[in-house]
């Protein structure tokens, strides 16, 4: 069985269960992002959601990204961290006003617009300040993600982005004195693999801006938000996303304006292979007929497979015996703790190091203090 590539000799001194970032692996990620993203022009700004851990979002600030943020807090950590202001973009169906405050403070790059009624109240707290807020008009294309129920976004009946059927009422508000319209923005979910999907929203795009140039609407900035897929079974064969594959895909179909920019806010591509979640093994608990690897991490540590059955690779580091199946499980006292069932590992003892790859997007940012655990510790391979 091939495996990651983990210090465990150092791992032996540090407590368990933490979160372990490969930073070589986040550099070549970034390097071959920014390579495939500036054959085009592109901008990439990266979706702070996935993976908020300031070491992380420094060194991806250092490598000249913007910043994709969904609160008020993610706008503070992207600032910390050195993202510049004017990088910065800002969704969210629910805006706070001190939030929107915030960015309009910031002089954050645009404001990406999710309702009529989010749209009013930026032109009012703009107003407020003697400012001109930048937006872009989330709209909702109405494009099939092929992916997971919980993670798509761009279907029609959705809480997120504006109907196209209504786009036409949302600019009968414009031109509006404390609000440019300076760009629309899509995204159609997340973890996206196949390639047609994104396709299918080049040409909607398109379609879009046919629509708005027959109002005599040109906007400056289309943003086609994040979505590009990893693959969760391979991360020691194919640890960069196919992000080639992906932008030669958008630009064979999108019809650019001159003047155009063109960007992106990919979350999950830029940061889950570099992370992994490991683990030690508590019990070895023999049943009628399973047996079960119970680990010191739950889901508050990894919610993914017990929220979306999300398969994250897991694999024994400690030695390479002949393989067994188990059911690996966490401690937490809800039966939807469970990691996988029926699952390959070379065999396990008490104390073994368990790692739970592609864990750096998702991971640590939704890690919760259910049942009055402690939040995961970080460690760094250029630190240990
Ligand atoms: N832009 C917008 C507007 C988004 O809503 C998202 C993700 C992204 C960009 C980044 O998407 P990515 O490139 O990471 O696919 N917790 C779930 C994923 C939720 C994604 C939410 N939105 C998971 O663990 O799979």
Request: charged residues 20%.
């Amino acid at each position: 069985m091939i495996k990651g590539n983990f210090p465990i000799d150092k791992f032996k001194e540090l407590q368990t269960p933490f979160y372990y970032y490969d930073m070589k692996v986040l550099e070549d990620t970034l390097h071959t992002a920014a390579d495939e993203a500036g054959k085009y022009g592109y901008h990439i700004h990266y979706a702070v959601k996935a993976n908020a851990n300031p070491r992380i979002l420094q060194l991806i600030a250092r490598h000249g990204f913007g910043a994709d943020c969904v609160s008020g807090g993610e706008i503070r950590a992207a600032l910390d961290a050195g993202f510049p202001a004017n990088s910065i973009v800002f969704a969210g169906v629910g805006k706070a006003d001190w939030e929107i405050n915030l960015g309009l403070d910031s002089d954050i790059f645009c404001f990406n617009v999710e309702s009529l009624a989010e749209l009013l109240v930026i032109e009012e707290l703009a107003k407020a300040k003697g400012k001109v807020a930048n937006v872009a008009l989330r709209i909702n294309p109405d494009v099939d993600a092929h992916t997971h129920a919980k993670i798509t976004t761009g279907l029609k009946e959705n809480k997120f982005g504006i109907n196209l059927s209504m786009l036409g009422s949302v600019l009968d508000h414009f031109p509006l004195e404390h609000v440019r319209l300076i760009g629309i923005h899509t995204h159609i979910g997340s973890q996206i693999t196949d390639m047609t999907s994104f396709q299918s929203l080049a040409i909607r795009i398109n379609e879009i801006q046919d629509e708005l140039e027959a109002r005599g609407i040109t906007v400056r900035n289309i943003n086609l938000g994040g979505g590009l897929g990893i693959d969760y079974h391979h991360p020691n064969h194919l640890p960069i996303p196919e992000f080639g594959v992906y932008f030669a895909a958008i630009h064979k179909l999108l019809k650019v304006r001159p003047g155009q920019q063109i960007h992106f806010e990919p979350g999950r591509s830029i940061v889950a292979q570099c992370g992994t979640l490991i683990s030690r093994v508590l019990y070895v608990k023999e049943g009628e007929v399973k047996r079960f690897a119970i680990l010191d991490a739950g889901f508050t540590e990894l919610i993914r497979p017990a929220m979306y059955d999300a398969y994250h690779r897991i694999e024994n580091i400690s030695n390479d015996l002949p393989v067994s199946v188990y059911d690996v499980v966490g401690p937490i006292c809800e039966s939807s703790d469970v990691f996988a069932r029926d699952c390959e590992l070379n065999e396990v003892h008490r104390g073994d190091f368990i790692a739970l790859r592609s864990a750096g997007a998702y991971g640590e940012v939704m890690a919760s203090q259910y049942n009055c655990r402690k939040l995961p510790n970080a460690y760094f391979s250029d630190q240990l």
